[in-house]
Every structure is written in C-alpha cells, then in structure tokens.
C-alpha cells in the first residue's frame, strides 16, 4: 500500500491533474465503450436487413430458373449477389441435393482482427430463402454475409475513434494544467505565512490577498489570516502572562546553565531575561548549593540579596530512561513577607522584655516584701514567659503549614479588606501578593474573575454566595485547572471572614478516568455476555440436533471463558494497585535463569517457532518477584504472538544497560503501532487492532506496567507500522548472593 501511494504526484497541482486525467480517461473509455458496442450492434442488424433484401431480389430470378432447371442462370445469379460487398458466398439447393455455390476469394482492407472477425461470425447466421412456384418448392437460396468485411469497417471506426479519445484526453489535460499551475500554485502563499509565523520576532504579519484566488482559496486565505492573527494575539498574551507571573522561573540543564528565564527572574536578579541564557546558574546565585543532576529536589530556602529576601524552591526534571536531566528554579521576592515576620517578633520580643521588667519591677517593688508576695511575682512572670514562648511557637508553626499547605488562604480584616494570603494562592491563581493585599471584596472578585476560563460565559463569582456552598471554577492561568473557592467565618472580629482555595484537578480527573473506566469495563464484559445470553436462549427455546447443540454450547463455553479472562485480569490488575507490592515476595534471582525457565514454560502457538534468545554469559542478578516478573514476560511474549499474525521470528534479548541496570528486550516483526497507538499501549483495554480479529482484553500492557514499576523498573516501547514492536523492561541490577555460583550454575542449566 505504502508503495503504491509513493507512486502519486507529491504536488497538489499534480494530484488533482491526476485525477482529472483519471475521470476524463474513465468518461471518455466509458463513451468509447458504448459507442463501440452501438456500431457493432448497429453493423449486424444493417447486414441482417441487407441479406433479406437481396434474398426478395433474387427470388424470383431464380424461381424462374429453378422451374425449367436452368442452372447456368442461377450460377450467374450467384456470382451477381457475391459481387455485392456484403456478402461472402451464395448457394442454391435443390430438393435432389444438388448444390451451386459461389465464393468470394478478395480480402477486406484494413485487414481486422481475428477475434473481432470471430466474435462477428458467432453472431451473424445465413439468409436462407425457400423458392415455391405454384405452391411447389424448388429448393433453397442461400447467402452468407462476409463477415470479414464488417468486422474491417468496425475495426476502421474503432481505431478512429481511440485516435480521437487519446488527442481529446491529452488536449483536455493540457488545457486544464495551466489554470491549475495559476490557482493552485496559490497556496505558497500559506507556505510563506507559515515561514513568517514561525520567524517570530514579535514583528506584525501581513495578511494574505484574498482578492485574485478563487472563492475555496479565498476562504481558506481568510481562516489562515484568522488563525495567524489569533497566534500572533495569543503570543502577545502569552508574553503578558509569563511577564505577570510573580516568581521568577528558569530551567537548568544538567551542567547547571540557564536554557530558559522568565521576565521576572531578571528582575530579581537584577539583569534582563537574556542575558541571563548561558550562563551558569552557581555563578548567578552563589548562596545556593545547586546541583541539577541530583535526585532530589528542595523548596523554601531563604537568602538575602542585597536588599531583597527570597526564596528559592528547586525540582529535579528526569529523562523518560529516569536520569536526571536538569532542574527548575523559582525565586520569590519574600521580602514583604520576611519584614512582617520580624515585626512580629520583635513586637513579641518587645513584650516579653516589657513584662519581664515589669516582672523584676514589681518584684523590686517595697523594702521587704513577703515570701507570698514573692511567689506570685515570680508565678506570674513565669506564666508570661510561657505564654510568649507558645505564642511564638504557634507563629511559627502557623508559617510553616501555610508554606506547606497546598490550598490557598485570604483573610479579610474588619471592613473586609484582604489583609493576609498565603504563599499557595500565588501559584494557583497567579496573583501576586502587592496586587490582592488591600482589595476590597469586590476588586478581589473581579481580579479572579479575570483568570476564569470563558469568563465571558460564567457566572460572575461573589464571594458572600461562597458561604452557603463552594463553587467549583475552571482556570485559565496561569494553566489549565479546577479550583473550588469556599468563604468560611473568621471567627472573630478582626478576621472576620477566610477564602478558602482548592485544587481540586486531580480528583476530577480521577473521577473521569473512573468514569471512563468503569463504561470501558461494562462494555467488554458485555460483549460476551450478549453472545452468551443469546445462544442460551436458542438451547432454551429450540430444539437443535446434537451436532448443532454441541456447537453452540462450545461457542457459550468459549465466551464463558473470555469473560473469566477479562475478570481474572481486572482483579489481578486491581490486587496490585490495592497492595501497592505489598504481597510481592522479593529476593535475589538469575535473570538467565529466570528467562529461560519463562520461555520454556511458554505454550508457543502452534506453526510457530519458538523466541530467539540472546543471553550474556556473565551472570546477571536482579532483586524481583519471580513470579510477577515471569507474569510479565509471558504478558509480553503472548502480545507479539499475537500481533504478528503473519508470522515472523520473536526474539528475546538480555543486555546490560549502563551500570546498575539491565534490559529485557521481546521484538516482533508484526503489525505495529503508529505513534498515536503507542502512547495509549499501556491504557486499560486499549488495543491497537482494531478490528477484532485477535484476541485479547487489552489489560496485558497494564499489568506489565503495574508490575514492573513496583518492581522499581521501567517499561519503553519502541514500533513501526507494519514493521513490529520491541517492549523493553529495564531493571535495577543487585549483588550477587552468597550462593552466587551455585545459583547461578542451576539457572545456566
């Protein structure tokens, strides 16, 4: 298939000549046809209706001769009729048997074809006429049309008229290629728009003419020149978000540069956005140990910088093999934040020192104060030491949950202004703190308002609603999420109300997937239920020979047994999730070993050869469940059974991969996946045939993936349309055992 759709123009302008061609030659072949069919037609009745003349001309001529038996006359007669065109031979036959005949010994010009003159004389049949005189029969004229001859004229108009159907086709392709050169060649133009757009630069684009192309290009020109106009929008926005965003962001490759740096993390640093591309991020912020190889990331770290405070958070980014391949930095300019803290404590420490003086004054207090009077001095300074310690302590602890805590807080103060936000409300609805701190209720419902999704379209929010239920709201930025807004009572008079913000994306997604899973799941179980429930109902209801009776009970048991499949592997996919590996029995085992015995136990289809192994010699030890790990082989060698159905060899390879890991490649050489089909291969009940002619329930890839994740491995996937698929398993290598040789030896055997 591939090659024959290589063999079509490339070009626009040469596929929709090719198929003009194509329609022309199909019209002007059908004409061809029906008039060929119509003069063949035509040619046969003319020579019938031309014999039955000649025959009433010759009649009486030759019943005259017949009467006194003059057969001279009637030869020459004869030789008058063949000498017409038409006609190849002419006989007479009297009642004795005696028989004149005369044929015609030229040949047509141009000389025909001998099927055509074989099929014409298939069809055309002597004219035979009957000479009576007196109501006494003579005997029998006979004329044969020359067939030769009619089928020559055929053939004459035949290759007339394929000369003019090659001209007439060639002479319409040429008069069309040059308007479709002019009105197809129009579409550079989006070629060049699109060059344009990518350009980038901030520079405007003009937009295309639409005046000198045809009505379908010109609306195709004006979608292009929207679209290209809404990019150019979406840029412009794009860039006022990412220049809104109160942290600043910048992606560190693995040798520490910045690759990527917003507007604000110039600013904080006190340089532009690109000056700051290349260079090492050690270098740029020295306060930090950053090390972007590491597996571990860190957030909440505080520095000084000049007169700025912030705050840094960094977050590891992995490659899909599980190395790290850089990381993300944020900035916060906390210094807002950090002077409030210090006032607080100061105001604080300015307390305790107050009630300690006065502690010390009033115990100083008269020459001779009692033993009484001196306890409950010192009590009483106890109590406000304790006091101000848990006060602190509280403080502190309220900090640390509201820097953890992903939800959002907004306090409002007595004339409900906001008054305090918590560091999450910045990341999930990114306002920064100087743009919400002092809003009124309705500036800050208009300031949310604005990172609505379709805004336009929703119910404008009002927080005292918020009271009797929470609304659930779809954001538009910073990105595209789900949050819940709720107003809760302050509980006092200073504060006396509190916004609560919640992500609540996650568990709408959950509930989709459920969703989507549990609709999935009842349609497969469905399948052969319906089958079942049918074929019972005919065993029920009719009565069927033994023969058909024991067909249909195998087709119930087949799909009996169908259905335990899809069960067996939806509680055994579901006892993972649930015990989470907690049932795996992990220990040391040969991976040689173990995928020899895998293959061995392996039931290969019948006609098929059995997988093609390729094992190191040195002995290989990972820390697994054998039989979850064998569970997972066998899920793998079944599918490329299975999805090779044309045959082909399956190959199962063992190879270290780096140091500490290992791999476990099965390749097939059957149908493939496209790379749409690939990203979905480890979704439950997805399959790439489509067509249900192999069997399966799609859970396999899931449970190997499941399984081999607890395991602390990795599942890749590598395919090819029409050229196979190879699933690789990647393992953590561990020490050898005690016991290595011996163990090793049995494995080998």
């Given at each position: 298939?591939?090659a024959?759709?290589a063999?079509?123009?490339?070009?626009?302008v040469?596929?929709?000549?090719?198929?003009?061609m194509a329609?022309?030659t199909?019209?002007?072949?059908l004409a061809?046809?029906?008039?060929?069919?119509?003069?063949?037609?035509?040619s046969l009745?003319d020579a019938e209706?031309?014999?039955?003349?000649?025959?009433?001309?010759?009649?009486?001529?030759?019943?005259?001769?017949?009467?006194?038996g003059?057969?001279?006359t009637?030869?020459r007669?004869?030789?008058?009729?063949?000498?017409?065109?038409?006609f190849?031979?002419?006989?007479?036959?009297?009642l004795?048997?005696?028989r004149?005949?005369?044929?015609r010994?030229?040949?047509?010009s141009?000389?025909?074809p001998?099927?055509l003159?074989?099929?014409?004389?298939?069809q055309l049949e002597p004219a035979?006429?009957?000479i009576?005189?007196?109501?006494?029969?003579?005997?029998v004229?006979?004329?044969?049309?020359w067939?030769?001859?009619i089928?020559?004229?055929?053939?004459q108009v035949?290759?007339l008229?394929?000369l003019?159907?090659?001209?007439g086709?060639l002479?319409?392709?040429?008069l069309?290629w040059w308007?479709?050169?002019r009105?197809?060649?129009?579409?550079d133009?989006?070629r060049d728009?699109g060059?344009?757009?990518?350009?980038?630069?901030?520079?405007a684009?003009q937009?295309?003419?639409?005046d000198?192309?045809?009505?379908e290009f010109?609306?195709?020109?004006e979608?292009?020149?929207?679209v290209?106009?809404?990019l150019?929008?979406?840029?412009?926005?794009?860039?006022?978000?990412?220049a809104?965003?109160a942290?600043g962001?910048a992606t560190?490759n693995?040798?520490g540069?910045v690759?990527?740096a917003?507007?604000v993390?110039?600013?904080?640093l006190g340089s532009?956005?690109?000056?700051?591309?290349?260079?090492?991020?050690?270098?740029?912020?020295p306060e930090l140990?950053i090390?972007p190889a590491a597996?571990?990331?860190w957030?909440?770290?505080?520095?000084e910088?000049?007169?700025?405070v912030?705050e840094a958070s960094?977050?590891?980014?992995?490659s899909?093999?599980?190395?790290?391949?850089g990381a993300?930095?944020v900035?916060r300019?906390?210094?807002k934040?950090?002077?409030?803290e210090?006032?607080l404590r100061?105001?604080?420490?300015?307390r305790?020192?107050?009630?300690?003086?006065?502690s010390e004054l009033?115990g100083s207090?008269?020459s001779a104060?009692?033993a009484?009077?001196s306890?409950?001095i010192?009590?009483l300074s106890r109590?406000v030491?304790?006091?101000?310690?848990r006060?602190?302590?509280?403080?502190d602890?309220l900090h640390?949950?509201?820097?953890l805590?992903?939800?959002?807080f907004i306090s409002f103060?007595a004339?409900?202004?906001?008054?305090y936000?918590?560091?999450?409300?910045?990341l999930?609805?990114?306002?920064?703190?100087?743009?919400?701190l002092?809003?009124?209720?309705?500036?800050l419902?208009?300031l949310l308002?604005?990172?609505?999704?379709e805004?336009g379209t929703?119910?404008?929010?009002?927080l005292q609603?918020?009271r009797?239920e929470?609304?659930?709201?779809?954001m538009a930025r910073?990105?595209p999420r789900?949050?819940?807004?709720?107003?809760?009572?302050?509980?006092?008079?200073?504060t006396p109300?509190?916004?609560h913000?919640?992500?609540?994306?996650?568990?709408?997604?959950?509930?989709?997937l459920?969703?989507?899973?549990?609709t999935t799941?009842?349609h497969?179980?469905r399948t052969?239920?319906?089958?079942i429930?049918?074929?019972t109902?005919l065993?029920i209801?009719r009565?069927?020979p033994?023969k058909?009776?024991?067909e249909?009970l195998?087709?119930?048991?087949?799909?009996?047994r169908?259905?335990?499949d899809?069960?067996?592997?939806?509680l055994d996919?579901a006892?993972i999730?649930s015990?989470?590996a907690?049932d795996?029995?992990f220990r040391p085992?040969a991976l040689?070993?173990?995928?020899?015995q895998t293959?061995g136990?392996?039931g290969?289809?019948e006609?098929r050869?059995?997988?093609?192994l390729?094992?190191?010699e040195?002995?290989l030890?990972?820390?697994?469940?054998t039989?979850?790990?064998?569970?997972?082989?066998?899920n793998?060698?079944?599918?490329?059974?299975?999805y090779?159905?044309g045959g082909g060899?399956v190959?199962l390879?063992?190879?270290p991969?780096?140091?500490?890991?290992?791999?476990?490649?099965?390749?097939d050489?059957g149908?493939g996946?496209?790379?749409?089909?690939?990203e979905?291969?480890?979704?439950?009940f997805?399959r790439?045939?489509?067509s249900?002619?192999?069997p399966g329930?799609?859970?396999?890839m899931a449970?190997?993936k499941?399984?081999?994740?607890?395991?602390?491995g990795?599942?890749?996937l590598?395919?090819?349309p029409?050229?196979?698929?190879?699933?690789?398993l990647r393992?953590r290598?561990t020490?050898a055992?005690a016991?290595?040789?011996?163990?090793s030896?049995a494995g080998?055997a």
């Open positions: 298939m591939a024959f759709i063999l079509f123009p490339r070009s626009l040469g596929r929709v000549l090719l198929l003009y329609a022309l199909l019209l002007v072949t061809f046809g029906i008039f060929i069919a119509y003069e063949f037609n035509s009745e209706a031309d014999s039955q003349a000649m025959l009433a001309m010759l009649a009486p001529a030759m019943a005259d001769s017949a009467v006194i003059d057969y001279d009637i030869k007669t004869l030789d008058r009729a063949i000498a017409h065109p038409l190849q031979r002419a006989a007479f036959i009297d004795k048997g005696g004149i005949e005369v044929v010994q030229d040949h047509p141009p000389t025909p001998d099927w003159v074989a099929r014409i004389a298939a035979n006429a009957t009576s005189v007196g109501g006494r029969d003579y005997g004229t006979r004329l044969t049309p067939g030769e001859r089928a020559a004229d055929i053939w035949v290759r008229a394929m003019f159907s090659v001209v086709t002479a319409g392709g040429a069309v308007p479709l050169r009105w197809l060649g129009q579409l133009r989006v728009l060059a344009r757009l990518q350009q980038g630069g901030g520079q684009i937009p295309m003419r639409t000198e192309a045809p009505l010109q609306r195709t020109f979608i292009v020149n929207q290209a106009a809404s150019q929008a979406e840029r412009a926005q794009a860039a006022v978000t990412l809104s965003i942290e962001v560190v693995r040798a540069d690759v990527l917003n507007p993390l110039g600013r904080l532009s956005s690109p000056a700051l591309l290349g260079r090492a991020v050690a270098e740029l912020l140990d090390d597996d571990t990331g957030q909440g770290r505080r520095f910088r000049g007169e700025q912030l960094l977050a590891p980014v992995r899909e093999q599980g190395e790290a391949a993300v930095l900035l300019d906390v210094s934040q950090q002077a409030l210090d006032r100061a105001e604080l420490d300015t305790a020192h107050a009630m300690q003086a006065m009033l207090a008269g104060p009692s009484a009077h306890n409950a010192e009590q109590q030491g304790d006091m101000v310690a006060l602190r302590r509280q403080t602890q640390a949950i509201f820097n805590t992903p939800d959002g103060d004339e409900r202004r906001v008054q936000v918590s560091p999450a409300c910045a999930l609805t990114a306002l920064a703190d100087r743009d919400v002092g809003r009124d209720e309705a500036g419902e208009d308002q604005g990172r609505f999704a805004a929703q119910r404008p929010l009002r609603e918020l009797d929470p609304r659930i709201m779809r910073p990105m789900i949050l819940s807004f709720a107003l809760h009572d302050g509980g006092g008079a200073e109300q509190l916004l913000i919640r992500d609540v994306s996650q568990q709408f997604e959950v509930d989709r459920k969703s989507e899973f549990l799941a009842a497969e179980l052969p239920m319906t089958s429930f049918g074929f109902e065993l209801h009565e069927h033994p058909t009776q024991r249909l195998q087709r119930v048991h087949r799909q009996s169908a259905m335990m899809i069960l067996d592997e939806l996919l006892r999730e015990r989470h907690l795996f029995q085992a040689q070993g173990l995928v020899r293959v136990d392996f290969v289809p006609g050869e059995p997988p093609a390729a094992l190191p040195a002995p030890w990972v820390h697994v469940d039989g979850k790990l064998g569970q997972a082989l066998r793998l060698l079944s599918n490329a059974y299975k090779s159905p060899g190959a390879r063992v190879a991969n780096g140091p500490g890991h290992v791999d476990i490649e099965i390749e050489h149908i996946m496209t790379p749409q089909e690939l979905r291969a480890a979704e439950r997805y790439a045939d489509k249900g002619a192999i329930t799609g859970l396999g449970i190997v499941e399984i081999v994740e607890l395991m602390g990795s599942l890749h590598r395919s090819e029409g050229r196979g698929t190879t699933a690789t393992l290598l020490a055992p016991t290595a040789p011996a163990t030896a080998a």
